[in-house]
């Protein structure tokens, strides 16, 4: 059974010889597991034979990228949305974000008015040759992109966005719009042009370790139509659509699943995310990708990541609708020897 068929039958709820995986190991994991074995010049998705593979758009506001100051430890630079960012070079950390040239509903405007999705945003070359590639090794290969809010704070930061989800949503809600546009135009045109995508993932974190940034209430009126169009767009070439949406999004899987998606990751344990629970609740419309903590892997008794997978993989899996992914992110302090063994249970018990 190809990857790409393991993870179609995943996602419509189907059992088939063993649950897909695939994972997500920091840069700083992946430089130890060079130096503990894993062999040179290949990659983590090479080794343990992770089944996903995806390509995107340039949907900035490709504006200037600017370095303004860079040391040995670190880089701060303007991106091409506008925002001023401080990236460290030696560990894997989120970018701390300084500035922001998008500050206001006239800032937006002003700027939205020059955004186009023309062919230019598309590496046609590098994208056609990676899904060959994805082709030649079975893998299910998508349509990628961050969208939403995660997608929006990115531009204006997240107190101000937040803010003006409370006392400016119209400008909220335009934003969010904006990607989903730009989204279904962009992935129109490399479907024209003769993309062959097995389904879209896209990325917009909405939680944090208590629950969503936001109400149920606020993203059914600001961010749930923008998620539908893109689910609708999608839907329509009769591909299934993954989200990845850090932090505890318990509250929001109703609305998420009413939006039209079909699976849901990673499934932070350390914020809240149940897996089992969320599989008995909406198992039926809802596929889930994820949920195994990474605490139990860096645990010193080999027996705690052993349970760990046992009981989730074991159960999760039953009727289709499960696959393997870490509850977030692999961490430096996963050894190599450890990943591959928790790659060893992940097979064990997610045969069929």
Not at 211 to 230: D, N, W
């Amino acid at each position: 059974m190809t990857s790409r068929e393991r993870v179609l039958a995943a996602l419509h709820h189907r059992e088939a010889d063993r649950v897909p995986i695939s994972d997500s190991p920091w840069a700083t994991t992946i430089r130890r597991w060079h130096e503990e074995g894993l062999p040179p010049g290949m990659s983590p998705h090479q080794y343990f034979g992770f089944e996903f593979a995806g390509v995107g758009a340039d949907l900035t506001l490709r504006m200037e990228r600017e370095v303004v100051e860079e040391t040995d430890e670190y880089v701060i630079a303007w991106d091409a949305n506008g925002a001023l960012r401080k990236n460290f070079k030696h560990s894997t950390s989120t970018p701390e974000c300084i500035d922001f040239k998008i500050k206001t509903p006239a800032d937006w405007y002003a700027w939205k008015q020059e955004m186009e999705v023309g062919r230019e945003r598309i590496n046609w070359e590098a994208g056609l040759t990676a899904q060959r590639h994805a082709r030649e090794q079975g893998l299910w290969f998508s349509y990628n992109a961050a969208t939403g809010y995660d997608k929006t704070q990115g531009v204006v930061g997240s107190e101000r966005l937040l803010i003006a989800m409370a006392t400016e949503p119209e400008w909220a809600a335009d934003m969010y719009m904006t990607w989903s546009e730009m989204i279904v135009q962009s992935a129109q045109m490399m479907i024209d042009g003769g993309f062959e995508f097995d389904g879209a993932f896209f990325y917009d974190d909405m939680g944090y370790r208590n629950g969503p940034l936001f109400s149920p209430q606020m993203y059914r009126e600001l961010c749930k139509p923008a998620h539908t169009v893109i689910c609708e767009f999608f839907h329509r070439y009769g591909l299934k659509v993954i989200l990845h949406s850090c932090g505890n999004v318990t509250a929001l899987v109703p609305d998420l699943i009413e939006a039209g998606f079909d699976c849901l990751q990673p499934l932070e344990v350390k914020a809240g995310m149940d897996l089992l629970g969320l599989k008995e609740r909406f198992g039926q419309r809802l596929a889930f990708m994820g949920g195994i903590d990474v605490r139990a892997m860096a645990h010193p008794d080999p027996r705690v990541i052993e349970e760990e997978v046992r009981t989730k993989v074991g159960i999760a899996k039953q009727g289709g609708g499960y696959i393997y992914h870490s509850d977030h992110s692999v961490p430096d302090n996963v050894s190599f020897e450890r990943y591959k063994y928790v790659m060893e249970l992940v097979r064990k018990y997610g045969q069929y």
